[in-house]
């Protein structure tokens, strides 16, 4: 199975042509794909008014086939559906509104967030991919000062990361070794991690955020987990009491995650960057795309003579930065040894959108071919997103 091909990046689709009109038999729904690569496991977005308007909330979905389709409606006025979408072609899904007393058959949850508050208030989530952790307020009044995105690796489809963490926390199995469902063996220490984001301050020194503040996870899927983050105030350059807010978004059958990001309080343009930190177990495991679309990073793990696969990291560009590059640290942060990063500049009053996350050698990705050609292939379908039409 092709990971650029058959397990193709869920993305955020915009609908380029919408035309509505009653019918007796429900409301359907054509998506075109209008490049000839096959786009599978793909979550759509569909304009929820155009359906609720005439079936009401409570709806089914079927394909030209007759086969259920999982849907979500978001809590930003969108419906998800999700399915394999082969190049240069369209395919129809019908909505029917649900009768009472009709029995629906409950969709399993692949996107689901938690909150930790008995590990530090980790803000955990994942999808059938991967997993990831983000360090809260317990963790920063404790005197932490870990800053970047963490991954935890998954090789199965379902949640795992509830169970391992009872699990770590009732000392039975530990969440750092692989019990055939992944773990966590990634280090981020005081950088930015797997895909943080952060401002530059005006002598050029990074200024990393440090946990959260406030977490509101906004809905758990099925299709989709989002998040609204909200961070400590800190003073940038001659700015006190910014605060950044981050919106992230992962959806099923995605290795990235969507964030957008934001900042109030700042009186000027800032430098902006993402980055990718690098360790020394692989310093030179990275690649830069020369059309700037993407980085590409492969993480050897905390221990590579443990036989702990390779995880592989990717930040995809929304809009192309003025430059990408590898920048060291001096002196290194433990095993950390530089960062692969994006540099822009961030206007007050305006947000950042970019895409990151992960896979696993042993979880899906075969090697970083693999993994170079699907961020590209994400990119792609940025530019050319498929079409949607409500009849």
Same mark, same amino acid.
């Given at each position: 199975?092709?990971? &650029?091909?058959?397990?193709?990046?869920?993305?955020?689709?915009?609908?380029?042509?919408?035309?509505?009109?009653?019918?007796?038999?429900?409301?359907? @729904?054509?998506?075109?794909?209008?490049?000839?690569?096959?786009?599978?496991?793909?979550?759509?977005?569909? *304009?929820?008014?155009?359906?609720?308007?005439?079936?009401?909330?409570?709806?089914?979905?079927?394909?030209?086939?007759? !086969?259920?389709?999982?849907?979500?409606?978001? &809590? *930003?006025?969108?419906?998800?559906?999700?399915?394999?979408?082969?190049?240069?072609?369209?395919?129809?899904?019908?909505?029917?509104? /649900?009768?009472?007393?009709?029995?629906?058959?409950?969709?399993?949850?692949?996107?689901?967030?938690?909150?930790?508050?008995?590990?530090?208030?980790?803000? /955990?989530?994942?999808?059938?991919?991967?997993?990831?952790?983000?360090?809260?307020?317990?963790?920063?009044?404790?005197?932490?000062? @870990?800053?970047?995105? #963490?991954?935890?690796?998954?090789?199965?489809? &379902?949640?795992?990361?509830?169970?391992?963490?009872?699990?770590? %926390?009732?000392?039975?199995?530990?969440?750092?070794?692989?019990?055939?469902?992944?773990?966590?063996?990634?280090?981020?220490?005081?950088?930015?991690?797997?895909?943080?984001?952060?401002?530059? $301050?005006?002598?050029?020194?990074?200024?990393?955020?440090?946990?959260?503040?406030?977490? #509101?996870?906004?809905?758990?899927?099925? $299709?989709? %987990?989002?998040?609204?983050?909200?961070?400590?105030?800190?003073?940038?350059?001659?700015?006190? #009491?910014?605060?950044?807010?981050?919106?992230?978004?992962? *959806?099923?059958?995605?290795?990235?995650?969507?964030?957008?990001?934001?900042?109030?309080?700042?009186?000027?343009? &800032?430098?902006?960057?993402?980055?990718?930190?690098?360790?020394?177990?692989?310093?030179?495991?990275?690649?830069?795309?020369?059309?700037?679309?993407?980085?590409?990073?492969?993480?050897?793990?905390? !221990?590579?003579?443990?036989? !702990?696969?390779?995880?592989?990291?990717?930040?995809?560009?929304?809009?192309?930065?003025?430059?990408?590059?590898?920048?060291? $640290?001096?002196?290194?942060?433990?095993?950390?040894?530089?960062?692969? %990063?994006?540099?822009?500049?961030?206007?007050?009053?305006?947000?950042?959108?970019?895409?990151?996350?992960?896979?696993?050698?042993?979880?899906?990705? /075969?090697?970083?071919?693999?993994?170079?050609?699907?961020?590209?292939?994400?990119?792609?379908?940025?530019?050319?997103?498929?079409?949607?039409?409500?009849?």
């Amino acid at each position: 199975m092709n990971i &650029y091909g058959i397990r193709y990046l869920s993305i955020v689709l915009a609908a380029t042509a919408i035309s509505l009109c009653s019918c007796s038999r429900g409301v359907t @729904v054509s998506v075109y794909n209008p490049t000839a690569t096959a786009r599978n496991g793909l979550v759509v977005e569909i *304009d929820a008014s155009s359906i609720t308007a005439r079936l009401g909330k409570a709806f089914s979905v079927k394909d030209a086939d007759g !086969n259920a389709v999982t849907s979500q409606l978001t &809590y *930003d006025g969108k419906v998800l559906i999700q399915s394999d979408f082969p190049g240069l072609t369209t395919r129809k899904f019908v909505f029917k509104k /649900t009768k009472d007393g009709e029995e629906v058959v409950p969709a399993d949850t692949f996107c689901v967030g938690q909150i930790r508050h008995d590990m530090q208030d980790d803000f /955990t989530w994942e999808n059938d991919r991967g997993g990831y952790r983000l360090y809260g307020p317990s963790y920063r009044k404790g005197g932490g000062n @870990v800053s970047g995105y #963490d991954i935890w690796t998954k090789s199965v489809d &379902y949640p795992v990361l509830a169970s391992r963490y009872d699990d770590h %926390m009732a000392g039975k199995i530990s969440y750092h070794k692989d019990y055939g469902n992944g773990m966590d063996v990634y280090t981020v220490g005081h950088t930015l991690g797997a895909g943080m984001n952060a401002l530059v $301050l005006p002598s050029d020194e990074i200024a990393y955020p440090c946990a959260y503040q406030e977490c #509101d996870i906004i809905e758990n899927g099925p $299709l989709r %987990m989002t998040a609204k983050i909200t961070c400590y105030p800190e003073t940038i350059g001659e700015d006190k #009491d910014v605060v950044e807010t981050r919106t992230i978004t992962l *959806d099923k059958g995605s290795w990235l995650n969507r964030t957008e990001v934001s900042y109030e309080g700042l009186s000027k343009e &800032y430098g902006l960057i993402n980055g990718i930190v690098v360790h020394k177990q692989n310093p030179d495991g990275y690649v830069l795309d020369e059309g700037k679309r993407y980085l590409v990073y492969a993480d050897l793990t905390d !221990n590579p003579k443990n036989d !702990n696969g390779t995880i592989y990291i990717g930040i995809v560009n929304a809009e192309e930065p003025e430059s990408t590059a590898y920048e060291s $640290l001096e002196p290194n942060v433990g095993d950390a040894v530089g960062h692969i %990063m994006s540099r822009t500049s961030y206007k007050p009053g305006s947000s950042y959108v970019y895409y990151w996350g992960s896979g696993w050698s042993k979880g899906g990705v /075969t090697d970083m071919k693999a993994w170079t050609e699907y961020l590209g292939g994400f990119h792609d379908g940025l530019l050319h997103p498929l079409e949607v039409r409500v009849k």
